[in-house]
């Protein structure tokens, strides 16, 4: 399985992110600036899991929140708040991330991923490795690499 990652940018459009900058990101050595996120208080980020044809087989939406455009220790544990029932109800916390992306993200996502459209909706669900990491308390940097 591959992994590729797309954050949505300050004018609501998908961009495709690398593993490497994705990786510094959650280590907190970039900022949401280096993908022209124009909110400093959060990041909408998509994992997309792919065969090794490079035809998704699932895609994860997440936002991460942010402390003035970086993501922090503080962030992670909201993050792990989020995915925790003793905190929120399992729809309070699907509705929260699945809210405030733009109505054309599958076609976005299906003109970023090169692929049809017809689909993709039967493929989105929540969290993904990021929300893996603060959930198990594993460092973020090295969940990615473990996951693809």
Known sequence: MKYRYLVLDGSGQLRK????????????????????????????????????????????????PLSDGRYTSADRLVLRAFACPECVTPGEAVRHHLNGWPGDLIRQLAVAMDVPAAGLDKLLDVGGPVLESA??????????????
């Open 17 to 64: 992110a690398r593993q490497a900058a994705i990786r510094a990101f959650l280590d907190g050595q970039l900022g949401a600036e280096h993908f022209r996120a124009s909110d400093g208080r959060e990041l909408k980020l998509v994992t997309v899991v792919c065969d090794d044809a490079l035809l998704p087989r699932q895609v994860y939406l997440l936002r991460l």
């Open 135 to 148: 959930v198990t308390g594993l460092p973020a940097r090295r969940t990615p690499d473990r996951l693809g």
